[in-house]
């Protein structure tokens, strides 16, 4: 490695102590989301995927879900092969998601070439020490984030930022957020917590974002299949989360956040799992 990256290595060692240090003076802060008021049930948007993490998705699930989609709400796409599914449904807006710079341009021709609307781009960079973020944007997160909002910007487009929990925690949360018109901070690692510590880590991360950009919108991204931890950093198989797990924490989120999005696994009927949530958020009205 060139001393340059020497040197990067020894910043990131530094930052993870400052976070760590700054994580724990704050653990017995009250949180504060800015405004301080609820969300009420029209306000709270979902963010969902139209593709699986571990495969295809069932056939039908966009159908089921196109009933329980809002206008507000963002469909995640990664590139061509959810063209027909975006195609399907007449609500929702569209972002295209992709942790390299160099994904969001090509996916954004390939979208536009073939009249796809695209309101969104979403750029998730992986953790620093592995993933597909190519190692220059690792090297220069904050260098990644400006050109992904240029290229939104050229386009017209929102940005979502949704970056690894590392790369938040180390204090780059705060300088990407003002960057972004929406801020996915991934709680997923630490869903299956008790409350009280979930809620802990989950208000933690947040204050990063807040720290850069007080009135970002801020989503919470959960899974249908969250991670379990043997101990820290090391993840040790997956486990089904249930439609009352998942409604449990986004109760628990919605007054501190904006929003909630999704990882989806086929594993466990995980997009069925995720439609009986969605059915006990957003009950049908029945006429009188």
Not at 45 to 73: C, N, V
Not at 228 to 243: E, Q, T
Not at 252 to 261: D, H, I, K, Q, W
Request: hydrophobic letters at 40%.
């Amino acid at each position: 490695m060139t001393v340059c990256s020497e040197q990067y290595g020894k910043a990131h060692a530094a930052a993870r102590i400052t976070a760590a240090v700054l994580l724990l003076a704050f653990s017995c802060l009250a949180f504060s989301t800015g405004s301080g008021t609820a969300n009420d049930e029209t306000s709270f948007r979902l963010a969902i995927p139209l593709y699986a993490e571990d495969g295809p998705l069932p056939h039908g699930f966009t159908g089921k879900l196109k009933d329980l989609l809002r206008p507000e709400d963002i469909l995640f796409v990664r590139g061509g092969e959810e063209i027909p599914l975006v195609q399907a449904l007449d609500r929702g807006k569209v972002a295209l998601v992709s942790p390299s710079l160099e994904g969001l341009e090509k996916g954004l021709t390939l979208l536009l070439s073939r009249n796809v609307r695209v309101d969104f781009l979403c750029y998730s960079p992986d953790a620093l020490s592995k993933g597909d973020t190519p190692q220059e944007e690792k090297d220069d997160p904050r260098g990644a984030v400006k050109k992904a909002r240029a290229l939104a910007q050229e386009h017209g487009l929102g940005l979502i930022l949704s970056p690894d929990t590392s790369v938040t925690l180390l204090a780059f949360g705060a300088d990407m957020a003002p960057h972004a018109d929406i801020f996915m901070v991934q709680l997923q690692r630490w869903q299956l917590f008790e409350r009280e510590t979930f809620m802990n880590m989950a208000e933690r991360t947040i204050w990063w974002v807040r720290k850069g950009s007080s009135d970002v919108p801020v989503f919470a991204q959960l899974s249908t299949n969250p991670p379990v931890h043997r101990k820290a950093g090391i993840r040790d198989g997956m486990v089904p989360a249930s439609a009352d797990d998942m409604m449990e924490r986004v109760r628990a989120l919605e007054n501190r956040t904006s929003g909630a999005a999704f990882l989806l696994y086929t594993a466990d009927n995980g997009p069925d799992r995720f439609l009986e949530f969605l059915r006990m958020l957003r009950p049908p009205e029945h006429g009188g």
